[in-house]
């Protein structure tokens, strides 16, 4: 993990800023510093590290894309980009957390938050002083947001929240939840629950195979009482929420690139390292072949999400290009994971390599922010104009 310099086959580090290899860099020591060292025990315990949320807040990880003036890093999106990539380089669960708090609870909070909400929460956040968690899905509609059943009541002067989520990334630690539930007319809109409101309970899901060092859980609502003013007052519909997975599908198309440039890095060393019919198994062609196609595969996808992160900045990139782009190396990164842990035989199942800790984070990431199929007939659609998954 030490010896980790970066894939760059193509001197993509040329189309970068230097502000952006800075940035790039000072996570990258981070990542080594405070992730690479523990994340192995972390995960086999599965254990969350609560200590970390300080640690991410200190180094810019949360809300690198909001402004300063809410205490975000006002940073451009290839750096965002950037950061979730070194982060998922050392886990995927260590970017779920920097990637739910940032794209998914300071995001909303920041769009569609009032001003007070901004100044109340966004600092902290930032900071790390405070963690949240968003819940959209729920235990029967996951793929299929719009037919949620998490309702809030009009009661005059606050509203009356029921309803359960699932497979809540955060969850059990978080001290404020953004979560969409539909109004008496059946629109969905986002509320900010706080830990500590009565019938508000997260429990933690257990027996996970995968992203093992995040805490995922439920979000249960009964009865709670929800101040108005926690209302997200500046846009409604399932449009809201879907939005901000737009923010958040674009950190993963980054982060599991890093993820996939940690497997190909080991892959390669041990490929030079390993003896076997007296020759590094590297010498052998098929070796060879998995290497030179994994190393395809992550410059392929470097250049997708760069340039996918100029039509971010720009305000250019559509919903269905970040689709491409999650679905595209979500899918390169699991197979380079599977084919680097193939590399690594009967060590690669072992925790002494990051190989099979990735590979299994992948099959969350491959889930979450809508899965592999669901972002298929996402592109299906812009093709043909035919909607397939009704
Ligand atoms: P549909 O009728 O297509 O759209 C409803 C309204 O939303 C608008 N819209 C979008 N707006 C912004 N960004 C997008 N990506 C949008 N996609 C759609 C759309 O224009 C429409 O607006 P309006 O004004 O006309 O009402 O909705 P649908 O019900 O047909 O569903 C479409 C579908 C299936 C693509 C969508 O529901 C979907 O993406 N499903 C996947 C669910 C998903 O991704 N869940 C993620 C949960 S969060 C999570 O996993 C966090 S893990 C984080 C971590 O740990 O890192
Ligand atoms: P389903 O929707 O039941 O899908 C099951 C299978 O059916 C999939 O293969 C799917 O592609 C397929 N399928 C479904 N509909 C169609 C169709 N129309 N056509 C073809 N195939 C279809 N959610 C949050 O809100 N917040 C979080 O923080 C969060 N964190 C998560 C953390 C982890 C570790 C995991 C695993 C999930 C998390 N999720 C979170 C939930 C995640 O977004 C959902 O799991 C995901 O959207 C898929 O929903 P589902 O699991 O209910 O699968």
């Known amino acids: 993990q030490d010896l980790f310099e970066g894939v760059d086959f193509y001197l993509v580090d040329e189309l970068f800023t230097e502000e952006q290899i800075l940035i790039r860099n000072s996570i990258r020591d981070f990542v080594k510093k405070e992730v690479s060292p523990y994340i192995e025990s972390w995960a086999q315990d599965a254990h969350f590290p609560p200590e970390i949320v300080p640690k991410f807040g200190e180094v810019g990880a949360f809300g690198p894309q909001i402004p300063t003036a809410y205490g975000g890093g006002g ?24 990637s739910v708090q940032g794209s998914l ?25 405070m963690l949240g968690c968003f819940g959209l899905t ?8 719009a037919g949620m059943k998490t309702h809030f009541k009009d009661m005059g002067d606050h509203y009356l929240l029921n309803g359960s989520k699932m497979w809540i990334s955060n969850a059990p630690h978080a001290d404020i939840a953004v979560i969409w539930a539909k109004n008496e007319e059946g629109r969905v809109h986002g509320l900010i629950v706080e830990r500590g409101m009565e019938g508000f309970s997260t429990p933690e899901t257990h027996g996970k195979w ?12 009964d009865n709670v009482k929800v101040p108005k003013e926690n209302l997200l007052p500046g846009k409604s519909g399932l449009g809201a929420p879907l939005m901000c997975l737009d923010s958040a599908r674009y950190g993963i198309a980054w982060g599991s690139l890093g993820a996939a440039m940690d497997c190909f890095d080991a892959a390669r060393r041990y490929a030079k390292e390993r003896i076997q019919f007296g020759k590094p198994i590297g010498s052998f062609q098929l070796v060879q072949k998995k290497l030179a196609e994994m190393l395809t595969e992550i410059t ?46 009967a060590m690669g199942i ?22 592999h199929d669901i972002h298929l007939l996402i592109l299906g659609q812009e093709i043909t104009g035919i909607q397939a998954f009704k």
Do not use: C
């Open 75 to 98: 940073l451009d999106y290839i750096s965002y980009g950037l950061i979730m990539q070194e982060i998922e380089r050392g886990d995927s669960g260590m970017r779920s957390t920097a």
């Open 105 to 129: 609870v300071m995001y909303p909070i920041y769009k569609m938050g009032s001003e007070a909400q901004k100044k109340k929460y966004l600092p902290p956040l930032a900071a790390g002083k």
């Open 138 to 145: 729920e235990p029967d509609h996951g793929s299929n947001p």
């Open 210 to 221: 995968s992203l093992r060092a995040s805490s995922t859980g439920e979000l249960v609502f």
């Open 300 to 345: 392929k996808a470097q250049l997708l999400v760069w340039r996918l992160g100029k039509l971010m900045n720009e305000d250019k990139a559509t919903s269905t290009q970040i689709s491409l782009a999650k679905r595209n190396n979500v899918a390169m990164a699991l197979d380079i994971a599977r084919e680097a842990r193939q590399i690594h035989g």
């Open 350 to 371: 072992t925790g002494d390599y990051s190989l099979m800790r990735h590979m299994m984070n992948l099959e969350s990431v491959i889930t979450y922010e809508g899965t």
